[in-house]
């Protein structure tokens, strides 16, 4: 009998729980465990993050001990909420170039916030992860461009990778994980209109709801309602009806290969994914040949079109808005040498040399650059100097992509830098309690993440 994609990959997800896990996937694992307790830390402590675990209160009323970033404890549900939202909010969790969406938000997210009652081993948590990854993943990759024009996949396809993780993690039979996995297609919304609105600081929400629905979801399915079984394919599925135009195959294709886990980017720069080549290319130049901001004449950026439909801010109004301005990233970059979680966090809008700059550099995108898109994300950044001299550098990949990754040693330097706040203490306990996913002889022992983990609380 031929099953229907949604079968196949649930099927699929089956086949992962009882295969032995390999060595590169567990240190990959740890990766993302890292990633987003980083992402979680950088914005533990900003006056959004308290409007998010405000929220998370108000939804998931209840006394609850879950951590919770920067805050007391909440129930699961308001904890997963709060720390979806708050991992979102720099902008540093990771993404993937063909499903457009950060995966680790939606994933790592419910499986943490279930663990912390000690009912789940280290191997049913990391098999939650997994699943909710290669959903997300998968499904992200199926809907294509056209979708991501117009929808946050991470709110779209990231609610029926939450839906994976959680019913994962319940331990749910595969007929009522791909209930969930339906249930969860039917909640899941998230339009780019917030960006056109200039709406940025509530662009947290998307995660945040496609957690709250993809864990609803798996205890509907877990209480033994029936899910939508063709939800991505169906005439009346998410392919049709959210626009879909990306290779249908992605949902039941390539079962063999390595998990899609190991195929998300751990993001280099504190903003949008869509600026990293331009700012990697502009990295490059100045390592390369060290000019001064005040020798540049002019700066011309060429880039992909879909990269402006969600980082389109021309220059920022605000610091919501300096993750989505490709003007701004860049004239930080070349007047500073550097864009820290600072420049993002505490801009000066209106420094006279940095305007000056931002002034020169001139934005144009590419046909050509785009039909590479989404496999490729090409920029080419041209600087003309005063002397009348051009330099040029080309980027298609980025820095943590699958094909120029991060080490171990690397990504501890980067959570430092992406967390300030973060005392050495902290960053050890946060190393050793993630290393201990790529041990296979723990897989058995109850995975119990410690309330330290999640940052002191912060004050109101």
Sequence with gaps: MTLVPEQALVAHLGHLQRRPLSTATRDRLAQALLDWFTAGWSAAGTAGAECYRRAARDCHPGAGDVPVFGGAGMNANGAAFANAAIAHIREIDDAHRAAMLHPGVVSVTPALALAADGSMTQRRTADAIIAGYEVSLRLGEALGTRHAAGFHATATAGAIGAAAATATALGLSPQALHH???????????????VDDDAHEAKSLHPA???RNGMAAAYAARAGLPGAQRFAT?????????DGDGPLQALDGDLDAPERLNTATIKAWPCCAQLFTPLD???????????????????????FTHALK???????????????????????????????????????????????????IRVRTSDAFQAEFPRLRPCRVTLTLKDGRQLSALR?????????????????????????AMDDASAAAISTWCERFTDPGQDDSICLPPPGLFAPAMRA
């Design 310 to 360: 969600i980082a389109g801010v021309d220059w920022p109004a605000k610091p919501a808005e300096t993750c989505f301005s490709l003007r701004y990233v860049v004239a930080c970059l070349l007047m500073t040498g550097k864009l820290g979680i600072e420049d993002m966090e505490s801009p000066d809008l209106q420094a006279p040399g940095l305007l000056s700059l931002a002034r020169r």
């Design 209 to 211: 709801f496609a957690v």
């Design 396 to 420: 298609k990949l980025r820095r943590g992509d699958p094909e120029d990754p991060y080490t171990w040693q690397a990504l501890q330097a980067r959570m430092r830098a992406f967390a300030p």
């Design 180 to 194: 969930a996995l339906g249930i969860g297609a039917t909640q899941a919304a998230g339009l780019w209109q917030l």
């Design 281 to 303: 290319a502009a990295r490059q130049l100045l390592d390369e040949h060290a000019p001064r901001a005040e020798d540049i004449e002019s700066v011309d950026v060429e880039i």
């Design 234 to 242: 169906g005439s009346r599925g998410l392919y049709r009806l959210l």
